[in-house]
Structure formats: structure tokens, C-alpha cells
């Protein structure tokens, strides 16, 4: 299983980026994924979760900002970030998992200039 994130990047802040996270050797449509972030010094958090059967939730602070979806037709999930904010400047991961079974992207990092 290989899970591919790309898409991260500078941007100024009020800019948009789209993250992708592209995966291999799973049955994609039967996993929940979700994003994750940590910037430095802090702990990871989840940004962004998205069941297989389509309930979506987001960290207060990225509601009606960022969206999440995915694609099962290319095995891909989505992470649009709009607005982006220099609080939102971290290494962003990605995660599939079906019961207690996980896998983690490499992370990519987004860096939001002020």
C-alpha cells in the first residue's frame, strides 16, 4: 500500500492550494481517509476527515475554507484549501484506515506567507 501526497507549496496569504493524495493497493472506496497537519512544535491534528459512506467533518478552524473529497474512479482523495491563513502553514499528511488498519502519506508542506 503507497499513499502519494502532493500539491503543497508557498502561497501568500488569501491564496488557495489543492492537495492530492493518491493511493496504490487498497480498495479505495472502502476506506475512510482524512488529512492531518502539524506545524512546528505542535502535534498533529486532523484538519479534515471523510467516511467511505460520505460523512465529511473539519476543524473549526478550516470550516468554510478548506474541503475535502475524494475520487474512487482514481483512487484519489482532495484537500481544497481556500483562504488560506499563515496559521495554516504546517506538513500536511493524509491517512486511509478501515477498522483498525492505517496507512499514512509522506506529507507535503504548505507554507502560507503573511
Known amino acids: 500500500v503507497q499513499l502519494q501526497a502532493s500539491g503543497g507549496g508557498l502561497v501568500q496569504a488569501g491564496g488557495s492550494l489543492r492537495l492530492s493524495c493518491a493511493a496504490t493497493?487498497?480498495?479505495?472506496?472502502?476506506?475512510?481517509m482524512g488529512w492531518y497537519r502539524q506545524a512546528p512544535g505542535k502535534q498533529r491534528e486532523s484538519v479534515a476527515f471523510?467516511?467511505?459512506?460520505?460523512?465529511?467533518n473539519y476543524v473549526d478552524s478550516v470550516k468554510g475554507r478548506f474541503t475535502i473529497s475524494r475520487d474512487n474512479a482514481k483512487n484519489t482523495m482532495y484537500l481544497q484549501m481556500n483562504s488560506l491563513k499563515p496559521e495554516d502553514t504546517a506538513v500536511y499528511y493524509c491517512?486511509?484506515?478501515?477498522?483498525?488498519?492505517?496507512?499514512w502519506g509522506q506529507g507535503t508542506q504548505v507554507t502560507v506567507s503573511s
Open positions: 491517512k486511509v484506515w478501515r477498522g483498525k488498519v492505517d496507512f
Open positions: 493497493g487498497i480498495i479505495f472506496n472502502l476506506y475512510a
Open positions: 471523510l467516511s467511505s459512506g460520505g460523512t465529511i
